[in-house]
Antibody
Framework: EEQLVQSGAEVKKPGESLKISCKGS????????IGWVRQMPGKGLEWMGI????????KYSPSFQGQVTISADKSTSTVYLQWSSLKASDTAMYYC?????????WGQGTLVTVSS | QSALTQPASVSGSPGQSITISCTGT?????????VSWFQQHPGKAPKLMIY???TRPSGVSNRFSGSKSGNTASLTISGLQAEDEADYYC????????????FGGGTKLTVL
């Protein structure tokens, strides 16, 4: 079964760095775009950015440009989302999703809590 | 990037039909047939219900259908069931120099 498996929940303090992951399996990882989606508590879905692991072509939403970094490791079929200095407002659920002919395959989500 | 416009909430009784709208512009909904609809139950990941405006993925009930007219896409759910109560989000391709995808603000469906 084609799937994306995300890393576990994180609890961090403001100012700390963080890198969460999304690992693909049972499909040709380098042939698809992988996107990251933020969902703040009680709020809607927001596209953050997408990456093509085949050539690391990356596009960011203007709202997230410069705030996060998306990267990929083809050798491990893993895409990453990282922050260099977390803020309380980064507290949210983060999902990864795969674009083939559609955004069909989604990860289970990673809850990031940033609190002092 | 401004989100696509959806009603905040809709409701219907079991067995009825409801329609959720998703309004954009010629740069997104109106210009491309890449509108998707996602269902999200509390605490769960989004689930793709419709893509490319009208196409249902394998396993999605045929009670769910999509359409588009001009800059507005619509999701119709017929024969409402209690399990349909969830949040629904549209998403569209958008011509842009940066990220080419945008969501709607989401619609809470209540089955009365």
């Amino acid at each position: 079964e084609e799937q994306l498996v995300q890393s576990g929940a994180e609890v961090k303090k403001p100012g700390e760095s963080l890198k969460i992951s999304c690992k693909g399996s049972e499909f040709m990882f380098t042939s698809y775009w992988i996107g990251w989606v933020r969902q703040m508590p009680g709020k809607g879905l927001e596209w953050m950015g997408i990456i093509h692991p085949g050539d690391s072509d990356t596009k960011y939403s203007p709202s997230f440009q410069g705030q996060v970094t998306i990267s990929a490791d083809k050798s491990t079929s893993t895409v990453y989302l990282q922050w260099s200095s977390l803020k309380a407002s980064d507290t949210a659920m983060y999902y990864c999703a795969r674009r083939g002919s559609s955004w069909l395959v989604w990860g289970q989500g990673t809850l990031v809590t940033v609190s002092s | 990037q401004s989100a696509l416009t959806q009603p905040a909430s809709v409701s219907g009784s079991p067995g009825q039909s409801i329609t959720i709208s998703c309004t954009g512009t010629r740069s997104d909904v109106g210009g491309y047939n890449y509108v998707s609809w996602f269902q999200q139950h509390p605490g769960k990941a989004p689930k793709l219900m419709i893509y490319d405006v009208t196409t249902r993925p394998s396993g999605v009930s045929n009670r769910f259908s999509g359409s588009k007219s001009g800059n507005t896409a619509s999701l119709t759910i017929s024969g409402l069931q209690a399990e349909d109560e969830a949040d629904y989000y549209c998403s569209s391709f958008r011509i842009s120099s940066s990220l080419n995808w945008v969501f709607g603000g989401g619609t809470k469906l209540t089955v009365l």
